[in-house]
């Protein structure tokens, strides 16, 4: 049961039978004392003010009206005009009992929806680097999320595979005479793609011959579509081999490129133009927005086609949201891009919505992120100042990773080794981009992610093996029913159910505004609320039948916890370490 959401209820009921307006929506938050109830009602202030009356007076009419039966033990009224709620160690322990046993702890959604999330996004013809880090892990964590809700979620990997570039590209290898792609491997490629370029723009005859292999290319010619066919495929190949590697959730068929949208556009201009919305201007098409202004409050124009007749950016993506709708029905698309594209996506959804091509009803999110940022507070780079490749990236995290665990168990079996260091190093660099909110830059720190101390990947594994060992220790097989009344009789015990539950509007939270670091913070709380009653609760020496049954269902509740919190941040977790 999601705890906090059926107290805003029941208070706000309570609230508006003593006087809050009809659809008032009480205020209730969970409390970081318990000297200060489990939960706290923050807003009777605020709703005594607006109906002019004395706060207490109004908490107490409140309290009148309300029914928490067998639910809160107390509800205590503090002066100014606080509520804090203690909940029912009994009502506590029933709801223990009922997560305990129930499919994924008793959590589901009441209306699945169809979201889209627009993800990772890498462009062909380049190695994915730093950049596409944030996007591929944390909209993952939210795939992951959204599907343990029990959401249709569709993945759409929007990779740049279309533009002008690869005309270039065909042209060259065509120059150099390489034929079997194939063989070509996508760092070449990388590398032969700024070769191409610098052709491109020295050779007026090269760039003629690349400018009419991209009208062939965009006209549906077989051949160099097959030829574009293989330089996409070079890039998803090895990018795959990363998701893969990184645990992310991604698959081929998840690709919904630029290219899958590029038969629309020009029935969209014209569709735009006969609209009125889209008018000519030096030679090109534009939308002028209303809600896009400059300084002087003049509109600014989004230019939909180039004076040369090519496609931009912006169109792709306004055709793209239409494809959404039409072909998902979805009803809400989020999208993990960096901050810095944001004017563009609000352009693309304004145009879009003026032509009617999304209904109100969909949701369009731009979840944005902030940027992954050296020691010295610059965008992370390498000593040469290059953009750092994800693989790169990945193979340092699970070098270090190595090193960390020969310093602890230099006897640990070869296979061993190379198994635990790709779990803990790159579980360790997901789980510090996971752990920072999502909209502000972050520095990467390699002592700070591999550390076994603090809110990090090695710490959330390692707890989650200790409450494991507890199991082999005590001979108890968790995936058997633990049989027994529940009684929660110390204050940790109940701290502890009391974080268990909260599981349900952590979850929440995370899926509503898309913010990982929130499950994070749950996890890494949790994992120190439990260390704290591994000390204060001899669970194994335990003599009371009772007593010790409560301790070890909290235990296997709390493994359980863990180990879908984790899966759903797409961290991975071992048994022993
Ligand atoms: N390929 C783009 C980039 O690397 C990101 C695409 C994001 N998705 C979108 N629908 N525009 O910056």
Same mark, same amino acid.
């Given at each position: 049961?999601?705890?906090?959401?059926?107290?805003?209820?029941?208070?706000?009921?309570?609230?508006?039978?003593?006087?809050?307006? *009809?659809?008032?929506?009480?205020?209730?938050?969970?409390?970081?004392?318990?000297?200060?109830?489990?939960?706290?009602?923050?807003?009777?202030?605020?709703?005594?003010?607006?109906?002019?009356?004395?706060?207490?007076?109004?908490?107490?009419?409140?309290?009148?009206?309300?029914?928490?039966?067998?639910?809160?033990?107390?509800?205590?009224?503090?002066?100014?005009?606080?509520?804090?709620?203690?909940?029912?160690?009994?009502?506590?322990?029933?709801?223990?009992?009922?997560?305990?046993?129930?499919?994924?702890?008793?959590?589901?959604?009441?209306?699945?929806?169809?979201?889209?999330?627009?993800?990772?996004?890498?462009?062909?013809?380049?190695?994915?680097?730093?950049?596409?880090?944030?996007?591929?892990?944390?909209?993952?964590?939210?795939?992951?999320?959204? *599907?343990?809700?029990?959401?249709?979620?569709?993945?759409?990997?929007?990779?740049?595979?279309?533009?002008?570039?690869?005309?270039?590209?065909?042209?060259?290898?065509?120059?150099?005479?390489?034929?079997?792609?194939?063989?070509?491997?996508?760092?070449?490629?990388?590398?032969?793609?700024?070769?191409?370029?610098?052709?491109?723009?020295?050779?007026?005859?090269?760039?003629?011959?690349?400018?009419?292999?991209?009208?062939?290319?965009?006209?549906?010619?077989?051949?160099?579509?097959?030829?574009?066919?293989?330089?996409?495929?070079?890039?998803?190949?090895?990018?795959?081999?990363?998701?893969?590697?990184?645990?992310?959730?991604?698959?081929?068929?998840?690709?919904?490129?630029?290219?899958?949208?590029? !038969?629309?556009?020009?029935?969209?201009?014209?569709?735009?133009?006969?609209?009125?919305?889209?008018?000519?201007?030096?030679?090109?098409?534009?939308?002028?927005?209303?809600? !896009?202004?400059?300084?002087?409050?003049?509109?600014?124009?989004?230019?939909?086609?180039?004076?040369?007749?090519?496609?931009?950016?912006?169109?792709?993506?306004?055709?793209?949201?239409?494809?959404?709708?039409?072909?998902?029905?979805?009803?809400?698309?989020?999208?993990?891009?960096?901050?810095?594209?944001?004017?563009?996506?609000?352009?693309?959804?304004?145009?879009?919505?003026?032509?009617?091509?999304?209904?109100?009803?969909?949701?369009?999110?731009?979840?944005?992120?902030?940027?992954?940022?050296?020691?010295?507070?610059?965008?992370?780079?390498?000593?040469?100042?290059?953009?750092?490749?994800?693989?790169?990236?990945?193979?340092?995290?699970?070098?270090?990773?190595?090193?960390?665990?020969?310093?602890?168990?230099?006897?640990?079996?070869?296979?061993?080794?190379?198994?635990?260091?790709?779990?803990?190093?790159?579980?360790?660099?997901?789980?510090?981009?996971?752990?920072?909110?999502?909209?502000?830059?972050?520095?990467?720190?390699?002592?700070?992610?591999?550390?076994?101390?603090?809110?990090?990947?090695?710490?959330?594994?390692?707890?989650?093996?200790?409450?494991?060992?507890?199991?082999?220790?005590?001979?108890?097989?968790?995936?058997? /029913?633990?049989?027994?009344?529940?009684?929660?009789?110390?204050?940790?015990?109940?701290?502890?159910?009391?974080?268990?539950?909260?599981?349900?509007?952590?979850?929440?939270?995370?899926?509503?505004?898309?913010?990982?670091?929130?499950?994070?913070?749950?996890?890494?709380?949790?994992?120190?609320?439990?260390?704290?009653?591994?000390?204060?609760?001899?669970?194994? /020496?335990?003599?009371?039948?009772?007593?010790?049954?409560?301790?070890?269902?909290?235990?296997?509740?709390?493994?359980?916890?863990?180990?879908?919190?984790?899966?759903?941040?797409?961290?991975?977790?071992?048994?022993?370490?």
């Amino acid at each position: 049961m999601n705890i906090q959401h059926f107290l805003v209820q029941k208070f706000s009921q309570a609230m508006v039978a003593a006087g809050a307006p *009809e659809n008032y929506k009480a205020q209730v938050r969970s409390s970081d004392k318990s000297q200060f109830g489990d939960y706290q009602v923050n807003d009777i202030i605020a709703l005594a003010k607006n109906l002019n009356i004395e706060p207490t007076k109004l908490a107490e009419q409140v309290l009148k009206h309300l029914n928490l039966h067998n639910i809160a033990k107390k509800v205590e009224i503090i002066s100014p005009g606080f509520l804090n709620i203690f909940l029912d160690s009994q009502w506590l322990a029933a709801q223990i009992d009922h997560i305990l046993v129930a499919e994924k702890l008793g959590i589901t959604t009441m209306q699945p929806k169809t979201i889209v999330i627009d993800y990772s996004s890498p462009n062909v013809a380049k190695e994915m680097h730093v950049g596409h880090l944030r996007s591929t892990i944390i909209g993952d964590a939210i795939v992951r999320t959204l *599907e343990f809700l029990g959401h249709n979620v569709i993945r759409a990997n929007h990779i740049g595979d279309w533009g002008t570039h690869f005309g270039m590209l065909i042209a060259f290898l065509e120059k150099k005479n390489i034929t079997n792609y194939q063989a070509i491997g996508l760092t070449n490629l990388e590398i032969l793609y700024r070769e191409a370029k610098q052709a491109y723009d020295n050779d007026v005859e090269f760039a003629q011959r690349a400018r009419n292999y991209v009208v062939q290319l965009q006209s549906g010619d077989k051949y160099y579509r097959q030829l574009w066919g293989q330089l996409v495929h070079i890039t998803m190949t090895q990018n795959q081999l990363l998701y893969d590697r990184m645990n992310v959730t991604l698959q081929p068929t998840d690709v919904m490129g630029e290219s899958l949208y590029h !038969h629309m556009l020009k029935n969209i201009v014209s569709d735009l133009q006969q609209k009125n919305l889209a008018v000519s201007s030096q030679g090109a098409i534009v939308v002028f927005l209303d809600e !896009h202004r400059n300084k002087s409050g003049e509109r600014t124009g989004v230019i939909i086609q180039k004076n040369d007749g090519g496609y931009l950016y912006t169109t792709t993506d306004i055709a793209c949201a239409k494809y959404r709708h039409e072909t998902f029905q979805a009803d809400r698309v989020i999208y993990y891009i960096d901050s810095r594209q944001n004017k563009h996506l609000q352009q693309a959804w304004a145009i879009a919505r003026q032509a009617g091509y999304i209904p109100d009803s969909l949701q369009l999110e731009h979840h944005m992120l902030g940027m992954v940022l050296g020691k010295d507070g610059k965008p992370f780079k390498t000593r040469t100042g290059d953009t750092i490749k994800l693989s790169d990236l990945l193979d340092e995290a699970v070098n270090r990773a190595t090193q960390l665990i020969l310093e602890k168990k230099p006897h640990i079996s070869q296979g061993e080794l190379h198994s635990l260091a790709e779990i803990i190093g790159i579980g360790a660099v997901k789980y510090a981009d996971l752990s920072k909110h999502r909209t502000t830059d972050y520095i990467f720190d390699w002592d700070h992610m591999l550390s076994f101390k603090g809110n990090t990947a090695p710490y959330m594994q390692y707890a989650y093996t200790r409450v494991l060992s507890i199991f082999r220790k005590s001979r108890i097989n968790p995936n058997e /029913e633990i049989v027994g009344t529940t009684s929660l009789v110390n204050n940790i015990s109940i701290q502890l159910a009391i974080i268990l539950l909260r599981f349900e509007e952590t979850i929440n939270k995370v899926a509503d505004d898309g913010l990982p670091h929130i499950m994070c913070a749950y996890l890494y709380n949790l994992a120190s609320v439990f260390s704290q009653f591994y000390e204060t609760c001899p669970i194994l /020496e335990e003599k009371n039948q009772n007593k010790k049954t409560t301790y070890l269902k909290l235990v296997l509740l709390t493994a359980k916890t863990l180990k879908y919190g984790l899966d759903t941040l797409g961290i991975k977790t071992v048994e022993r370490m």
